[in-house]
């Protein structure tokens, strides 16, 4: 032993614009349908709806968010690779319980994304209540950020409405309103009816497309151009901004590792790319 020595941590240098903010996927889950297999919004083919099926307008809304939802459906014809029965285990006893789906999707996908965007921009409040938790720490920090200035409230409200879509694709959708499609309440889901899971695969399609992929480029830039300016000024947003992202990071990790229980798949094998990403 010649005397202490100093161990150096290794110094890891990351350019903000490269950094993950949600779970990427190149097409929508496929064992929802194999219909899709990127995130362009594509409607089902004409030749797939049920004959003489009509448009119905159904209400739907995301698990402990007091808001709705409403976009038009319709019955369509099942293809290979299509999920009709979900299979539910319940937590207590381990049995699994297999529950028909209604054989519904979204009737047309472009129209569906443009009133999604105002419903993501009318209800930043809902989620983060929803949401949040109750930890002090976390909700002073989030208030802090609504009390900002004109021109810092730029970038945090973009951060916000990307923490809206995060939420939305990572949290249980039930239909809500009068019209449930013929499907019936089960008491491993509340006792609610779950969103048909083939319009769950739409929904990746939509918040991934017109949303995520986006609004996260839109916010890193913004950040980036922050940090670059080197200004004192700036100093406050860009904590605020990466305390939500890193939050909301935080969130995403914790679904995936519930989501791949619900399925009983491996947790390490569940997104096993971005989640390191995202732990970095």
């Not at 293809?79 to 381990?94: F, Q, S």
């Not at 409200?157 to 039930?174: A, E, G, K």
């Amino acid at each position: 032993m010649t005397g202490p020595t100093l161990s150096k941590m290794p110094c890891y240098r990351y350019i903000i614009t490269e950094a993950s903010l949600y779970r990427e996927q190149k097409a929508p889950w496929q064992i929802f349908s194999r219909r899709w297999q990127s995130m362009d919004i594509v409607d089902i083919s004409s030749s797939d709806w049920a004959p003489s099926s009509r448009i119905r307008t159904i209400m739907v809304s995301h698990l402990n968010v007091p808001t709705q939802f409403a976009f038009q459906v319709r019955e369509f014809i099942p293809t290979a690779g299509d999920i009709l029965v979900d299979e539910v285990t319940d937590p207590v006893e381990g049995t699994v319980t297999k529950v028909p789906l209604p054989r519904f999707a979204v009737a047309d996908m472009k129209a569906t994304a443009e009133n999604m965007r105002g419903f993501v921009d009318g209800n930043v409040h809902n989620f983060i209540i929803a949401m949040v938790g109750r930890d002090e720490l976390l909700w002073e920090t989030y208030l802090m950020a609504f009390r900002q200035t004109k021109q810092e409230q730029t970038l945090l409200s973009n951060t916000f409405r990307l923490w809206v879509v995060c939420r939305m694709t990572s949290s249980p959708v039930y239909i809500c309103g009068e019209d449930k499609l013929g499907g019936t309440p089960h008491p491993l889901y509340d006792n609610r009816v779950m969103m048909p899971l083939l319009m769950t695969a739409q929904f990746e399609c939509i918040n991934y497309t017109t949303f995520l992929r986006p609004w996260s480029r839109a916010v890193l830039k913004q950040l980036n151009d922050l940090v670059l300016a080197k200004k004192r000024e700036y100093w406050l947003t860009i904590y605020l901004t990466m305390f939500v992202l890193l939050h909301s990071c935080a969130m995403i990790t914790k679904r995936d590792e519930e989501t791949a229980r619900q399925f009983r798949i491996p947790v390490s094998a569940n997104y096993p790319v971005h989640i390191p990403n995202r732990a970095d």
